[in-house]
């Protein structure tokens, strides 16, 4: 029998809704939320209602963190999640954070030794790698002879595209000083990575690129094992009110080459994703679900000489897989260690950041300019 883990929830808005709440339900053996913390009364009210059992609400994550019947946090709002994480493991509870963990490689390497030291679960919504098909792309990666070239591409439309039919409640009763707040320490943590760059660029870190890029840099860094050198930058939009189309290109040791492509593409007819793989021998293509969708997976295509190989998908989607491996990490004691990895990642996106800026005559300084 496995052991029920309690939670609370932090952040209750579309992703939550969407995906982990309802696979949290499903996986009523292994969870059962006991609070929930949403800077939204209303909506703390509204989500406490549709959960069995008393569930205690604040509109202070603090107090879901200090909860005694709490014994581990999933960290759903919205932005970078340092602060809360930070809170969380200091108050005793494992964390599962969604992704970004946070803006500077020195809160990485600070979260991670916290987790370490206090003997605590820090896992990150990485969730692309908790894949089911992930098994069979690596076996296929080993078949496809010497790999010349990765690639990574989203096609992302706007926001109402992506969350389809997909329902969600919203109250406007939010306390709009802590929204300030949680900017405000965002704002120092931008500074603390690039520098004192324009307020555009520091928009482009946090809302682009470590909210979104993210997906494309941890899932190479996961399936290939390391990132490659960072070789070229590009960004284009047709208007500045728009965000950008952003081309990266690397290089690994073995010389194989990466582009990750994330275009915004606003009334495309939906949201794509997609990673492949060409080797000397034959290609790879996986095919990632948009995110908002519940049930997904990805699938997988192998060509290889004389055969197309199709495999479906597995039958549980990432998100699901991933709320498992995180119930596992904490009853078996075997840590992830995604803090090292949003290390790694955010280093190399600072440094995507700094290449297009000097693109526009900008230096970076901070982490960026130091690392240089
Ligand atoms: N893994 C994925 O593919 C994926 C997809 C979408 C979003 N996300 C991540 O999930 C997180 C939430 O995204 P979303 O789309 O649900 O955003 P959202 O804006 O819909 O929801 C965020 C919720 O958090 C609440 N909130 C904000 N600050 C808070 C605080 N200090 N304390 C308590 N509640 C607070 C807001 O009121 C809101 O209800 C983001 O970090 C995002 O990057 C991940």
């Given at each position: 029998?496995?052991?029920r883990?309690?939670?609370?929830?932090?952040?209750?808005?579309s992703?939550?809704q969407?995906?982990?709440?309802?696979?949290?339900?499903?996986?009523?053996d292994?969870?059962?939320?006991?609070?929930v913390?949403?800077?939204?009364?209303?909506?703390n009210?509204?989500?406490a209602?549709?959960?069995?059992?008393?569930?205690?609400?604040?509109?202070?994550?603090r107090?879901?963190?200090?909860?005694p019947?709490?014994?581990?946090?999933l960290?759903?709002t919205s932005?970078?999640?340092e602060?809360?994480?930070?809170?969380?493991?200091?108050?005793?509870?494992?964390?599962?954070?969604e992704?970004?963990?946070?803006l500077?490689?020195?809160?990485?390497?600070?979260l991670?030794?916290?987790a370490?030291?206090?003997?605590?679960?820090?896992?990150?919504?990485?969730?692309?790698?908790?894949?089911?098909?992930?098994?069979?792309?690596?076996?296929a990666?080993?078949?496809?002879?010497?790999?010349?070239?990765?690639?990574?591409?989203?096609?992302?439309?706007e926001?109402s595209?992506?969350?389809?039919?997909?329902?969600?409640?919203?109250?406007?009763?939010?306390?709009?000083?802590i929204?300030?707040?949680?900017?405000?320490f965002?704002?120092k943590r931008?500074?603390?990575?690039?520098?004192?760059?324009?307020?555009?660029?520091?928009?482009?870190?946090r809302?682009?690129?470590?909210a979104s890029?993210v997906?494309?840099v941890?899932?190479?860094?996961?399936?290939?094992?390391s990132?490659?050198?960072?070789?070229?930058?590009?960004?284009?939009?047709?208007?500045?009110s728009?965000?950008?189309?952003?081309?990266a290109?690397?290089?690994?040791?073995?010389?194989?080459?990466?582009?990750?492509?994330?275009?915004?593409l606003?009334?495309?007819?939906?949201?794509?994703?997609?990673?492949?793989a060409?080797?000397?021998?034959?290609s790879?293509?996986?095919?990632?679900?948009?995110?908002?969708?519940?049930?997904?997976?990805?699938?997988?295509?192998?060509?290889?000489?004389?055969?197309?190989?199709?495999h479906?998908?597995?039958?549980q989607?990432?998100f699901?897989?991933?709320?498992?491996?995180?119930?596992?990490?904490?009853t078996?004691?075997?840590?992830?260690?995604d803090?090292l990895?949003a290390?790694?990642?955010t280093?190399?996106m600072?440094d995507?950041?700094?290449?297009?800026?000097?693109?526009?005559?900008?230096?970076?300084?901070?982490?960026?300019?130091?690392?240089?």
């Open positions: 029998m496995s052991r883990i309690s939670l609370g929830v932090i952040g209750l808005g992703i939550a969407i995906q982990h709440l309802p696979n949290l339900a499903r996986l009523d292994l969870f059962s939320v006991k609070a913390a949403d800077i939204s009364p209303s909506l009210e509204a989500i209602d549709r959960l069995p059992g008393e569930v205690f609400t604040s509109t202070d994550w107090d879901v963190c200090s909860h019947d709490v014994e581990a946090v960290l759903l932005g970078a999640h602060q809360l994480t930070d809170g969380a493991l200091r108050a005793g509870k494992h964390v599962f954070s992704k970004p963990l946070c500077t490689v020195e809160g990485a390497e600070r991670h030794t916290l370490s030291k206090r003997g605590l679960a820090l896992q990150v919504g990485y969730m692309k790698l908790h894949e089911e098909v992930l098994a069979e792309l690596r076996d990666l080993e078949k496809v002879g010497d790999l010349r070239l990765f690639r990574h591409t989203v096609y992302h439309p926001d595209v992506c969350l389809g039919p997909a329902e969600t409640i919203r109250f406007d009763d939010i306390d709009h000083g929204i300030s707040e949680a900017a405000a965002e704002q931008t500074v603390e990575a690039l520098g004192d760059l324009p307020a555009e660029w520091g928009r482009l870190y809302e682009v690129v470590a890029f997906h494309c941890s899932f190479i860094r996961g399936v290939v094992g990132l490659p050198r960072l070789t070229s930058a590009d960004m284009w939009r047709p208007s500045p728009e965000p950008p189309c952003i081309l290109r690397g290089v690994y040791p073995d010389h194989s080459r990466v582009e990750m492509t994330w275009l915004w606003p009334s495309y007819p939906a949201y794509r994703e997609s990673f492949e060409h080797g000397t021998q034959g790879v293509q996986l095919r990632f679900p948009n995110p908002y969708m519940r049930d997904r997976t990805a699938s997988l295509t192998v060509n290889t000489k004389d055969t197309v190989a199709r479906p998908g597995g039958k989607s990432a699901v897989r991933e709320l498992r491996h995180f119930h596992r990490a904490i078996t004691g075997e840590h992830p260690d803090a990895g290390r790694e990642d280093a190399w600072q995507l950041v700094a290449a297009l800026a000097r693109g526009h005559g900008l230096r970076a300084a901070g982490e960026a300019g130091r690392r240089r």
